[in-house]
């Protein structure tokens, strides 16, 4: 029998997953993506086109394309990111190409779909909301940080917690988003930056009802690494307590946890992460996760630039869970 399964997040964490996934036979995959990013390619293109920033929906489409063997190089240039020029420094072609595609037919869901029979995703990739807002965060002195590439890349008081995160404008969920949700079997949230790529999807008006009212269960995928100015210093019970404090009267849908039991870093990896006041994930032996969750203790990173979590071990776990 056929599992709805939805992903709901942004950023590398939700491409990890979905590409995990997308091969994996009875599941039907849909992926619910952030429309927060400011920066870079996806904040240009907003500010001028007035497109959603397209970076997150990218990414989900890259993660589920299967193109014909004929268009092998279609992927790796939808991916391209032009790199000097003083017109197209810092674009990706796939940001552009969404972009175009919109101006052409009208609408950022006719372009999407447009690229999905494209590269024959083997999923639906949906915005969160078609509404443009703002991702806000308060930090424990009361300053506001406005933007998400202004807290992604903390210059302003990196040395204070965030209290919370919200949006402004209050935008609600694009409706086909929110069905999905609705017939979901299970919602996979995470790895991703837990302020800046998953919560802000929380934050759209509708979104944890349709969770709540759905008969979905969540699987939470914890990071392997903090980030600082963002979640300095926190443990994974700390990342599964901001998910439920953000689900609200969703939150007892959280019943599963991914968490990794690995306990080193390769040093050559560590060097890197120690530049930027990052470090591993780990729990805390004398704290409690919420009563209805229940943890999953897995080897889940791979070795390699980056420490990130591997999609084989990722896809194992998960398909424990879900079947």
């Known amino acids: 029998m056929n599992k709805n399964v939805v992903v709901i997040g942004g950023g590398s964490g939700t491409y990890n997953v979905l590409t995990a996934l997308k091969d994996c036979p009875n599941l ?16 240009q293109l907003r500010d001028e086109f007035g497109i959603l920033p397209p970076g997150d929906i990218r990414r989900a489409i890259l993660a589920l394309s299967d193109p014909p063997i004929d268009y092998f190089s279609l992927r790796q240039l939808f991916s391209y990111r032009f790199g000097n020029g003083t017109g197209l420094n810092g674009h990706s072609f796939g940001n552009l190409m969404l972009t175009a595609l919109k101006e052409i037919l009208g609408t950022e869901i006719e372009a999407i779909e447009a690229i999905s029979k494209m590269f024959r995703l083997k999923g639906k990739v949906l915005p ?31 040395d204070l917690k965030i209290l919370d995160v919200f949006i402004d404008p ?6 086909q988003a929110k069905e999905a949700i609705l017939e979901a079997d299970w919602i996979i949230i995470g790895p991703g930056d837990l302020y800046t790529s998953l919560i802000p999807n929380l934050l759209i008006s ?11 269960k969540i699987i939470y995928v914890c990071n392997l690494m903090t980030k600082y100015g963002e979640t300095d210093g926190f443990c994974a019970q700390d990342f599964v307590m901001e998910m439920c404090n953000y689900l609200k009267e969703a939150e007892n849908k959280l019943e599963f946890t991914i968490v990794n039991s690995e306990n080193k870093v390769p040093k050559k990896l560590m060097e890197k992460y120690i530049e930027e006041k990052a470090h ?34 990722l896809k194992e776990e998960i398909l424990k869970i879900i079947f």
């Open 280 to 313: 591993p994930v780990f729990e805390d032996k004398m704290r409690k996760y919420p009563k209805q969750v229940k943890t999953i203790k897995s080897s889940m990173a791979q070795s390699g630039q980056l420490w990130r979590h591997d999609p084989e071990k």
């Open 170 to 175: 209050i935008v609600k969920i694009f409706k």
């Open 128 to 158: 969160v909301s078609l509404e443009k807002t703002n991702l806000c965060a308060r930090l424990e002195d009361g300053t506001i940080i406005k933007g998400e590439t202004n807290i992604d890349i903390r210059t302003v008081r990196p």
């Open 206 to 216: 509708g979104t944890n009802k349709a969770i709540n009212d759905s008969r979905a």
């Open 28 to 43: 039907n995959l849909s992926a619910v993506v952030s429309i927060a990013d400011s920066g870079g390619s996806s904040g």
